[in-house]
């Protein structure tokens, strides 16, 4: 069993999570790592805004309530622009709390990935690593327009 939180862009913090829950019931985008593990939600919410004053807290109480992995969603990634704010967020969970940090939930859908290409925003090793979970083949990305 594995006991994940779920940290959300705070632009879209009025999501009910609706793809965040599908892929991870579904196993697609980066919850596809628990392809054969039972996983339990023990928290989800957003950041609060730039610059993510929610970062510093809200992990710890997850972590009281057993998480062991961070899921920075999706939605940080593909929004316009994606979050700035991302890579130390990571970087800060992991130093603070020694914990596992995961970019990504759902599979990044594909009206978002066809702009992004034009915008060549994931165009630089830092993106390619962050978005390697999330990016799938067309056909998944299509479900999740």
Same mark, same amino acid.
């Given at each position: 069993m594995k006991k994940i939180g779920i940290i959300i862009c705070d632009r879209y913090r009025r999501c009910a999570g609706? @793809?965040? /829950?599908?892929?991870?019931?579904?196993?697609e985008?980066?919850?596809?790592?628990?392809r054969n593990t %039972?996983?339990?939600?023990?928290?989800? +919410?957003?950041?609060d805004g730039c610059p993510g004053g929610n970062i510093e807290y809200t992990v *710890? $109480?997850?972590k009281k309530n057993g998480a062991e992995i961070?899921?920075?969603?999706?939605? /940080?990634?593909?929004?316009?622009? =994606?979050c700035q704010h991302i890579e130390y967020f990571s970087n800060f969970i992991k130093e603070r709390y020694n914990i596992e940090v995961v970019y990504g939930t759902h599979?990044? =859908?594909?009206?978002?990935?066809?702009m992004h $290409?034009?915008?060549?925003?994931? *165009?630089?090793? @830092?993106?390619? %690593?962050?978005?390697? *979970?999330?990016?799938? *083949? $067309? @056909? +998944?990305r299509l479900a999740y327009d």
């Open positions: 609706g @793809k965040c /829950l599908k892929s991870l019931k579904q196993r985008g980066a919850f596809e790592r628990y %039972e996983v339990e939600l023990v928290g989800y +919410t957003s950041c *710890d $109480e997850m961070i899921h920075l969603a999706t939605g /940080l990634i593909v929004g316009y622009p =994606p599979p990044i =859908p594909q009206k978002y990935y066809l $290409e034009k915008l060549k925003t994931w *165009d630089n090793k @830092k993106w390619k %690593e962050i978005i390697k *979970d999330t990016l799938v *083949d $067309e @056909k +998944t």
